[in-house]
C-alpha cells in the first residue's frame, strides 16, 4: 500500500511535532504554573491528551476506512491462531500481576520511601489525590488503545514502507522514547525499551490487542504506586506540621 500525503503529515506529527508539544506546551506550563495552580494545570493536560489521542486514532481509523485498506494493516483485526490467543493470554496474566504488585508496593512505606526520589523531575504531571487518580487511569487506558494504534499500528507499518518489520520496529520505538523526553533521559530510555516490547508483542501476536493489554497496565501500576508514594508524603509532613 501507498502512502498517502495525509499518512506523510500524520508520520511528521508523530516524530516531531508531539514531542515539542510534549515538552513546550506540556510540561513546561506544569513547571512554570504557580503551586496553587498546578492542580488545575494537571488536570486540563490530563483531559487535553485523552481528546488529542482518541480525536488522531479515530482520524486515523477514518482514513484507513476512506483508503479501504485492510484493518490487519493497523493492527486491528483479531487473530484467533494459537499463537495470537497464546500472547493475548500472556498480557492479561502480566497485567494482572502489575496490578498486584502495585498493591503490594502502594502498602509498603519502605517501597513507596525508595521510589519518591525517582518521580521528582515528574512529580507534578503525578496524580496526587483520589480525583486525579481516576482520570490518570482513564488516561492510562487511552494511551494503551490511541499510542499503541497511532505508534505501533500505524507507524510501524508506516516505516515498513520502507524498512523491513524489525527495523520499523526499533524506528518507530526510537521515536516513542523521544516522544517522552520532557521525562529526561531515564523517561526516554524506559519508554523506547517499552514501546520495543509493544511492537514485538504486536508482530508476535499479529494484533495490537496484548500491547493494548501490557501498554495501559503498565501506565496504571505506575500511576497507582506514583499517588500512594505522594499521598504517603502528603500525610507526613501534614503530621510532623
Not at 495552580?37 to 481509523?61: C, E, F, H, I, S
Not at 523521544?178 to 521525562?183: D, K
Request: include cysteine; proline fraction near 5%; charge should be positive.
Amino acid at each position: 500500500m501507498t502512502a498517502a500525503w495525509f499518512d506523510h503529515a500524520l508520520a511528521f506529527a508523530l516524530a516531531v511535532l508531539f514531542p515539542i508539544r510534549a515538552g513546550t506546551f506540556g510540561f513546561r506550563r506544569l513547571v512554570l504554573a504557580p503551586p496553587g495552580d498546578v492542580p488545575r494545570v494537571r488536570r486540563a493536560l490530563y483531559t487535553q491528551a485523552m481528546a488529542l489521542q482518541w480525536g488522531l486514532a479515530a482520524l486515523t481509523a477514518a482514513l484507513w476506512i476512506g483508503q479501504r485498506r485492510p484493518w490487519d494493516a493497523l493492527g486491528l483485526l483479531p487473530r484467533a491462531t494459537p499463537l495470537s490467543l497464546g500472547v493475548t493470554l500472556l498480557a492479561v496474566v502480566v497485567a494482572a500481576l502489575l496490578m498486584l504488585q502495585a498493591r503490594r508496593v502502594s502498602a509498603d512505606d519502605h517501597a513507596l520511601a525508595a521510589v519518591l526520589p525517582r518521580l521528582e523531575r515528574i512529580r507534578r504531571m503525578l496524580p496526587h489525590d483520589g480525583g486525579e487518580l481516576r482520570r490518570f487511569v482513564a488516561l492510562s487506558l487511552t494511551a494503551g488503545v490511541c499510542e499503541e494504534i497511532l505508534y505501533r499500528g500505524f507507524l510501524m507499518w508506516y516505516l515498513g514502507g520502507w524498512l523491513g518489520p524489525a527495523p520499523s520496529l526499533a524506528l518507530a520505538a526510537v521515536i516513542f522514547g523521544i516522544g517522552h523526553s520532557y521525562q529526561g533521559w531515564r523517561g526516554v530510555l524506559v519508554t523506547g525499551l517499552a514501546g520495543a516490547v509493544f511492537g514485538a508483542v504486536y508482530l508476535l501476536a499479529g494484533s495490537l490487542l496484548p500491547a493494548i493489554i501490557l501498554h495501559a497496565a503498565g501506565d496504571i501500576h505506575s500511576g497507582l504506586i506514583a499517588h500512594a508514594a505522594l499521598r504517603r508524603e502528603s500525610a507526613q509532613a501534614g503530621s510532623s506540621a
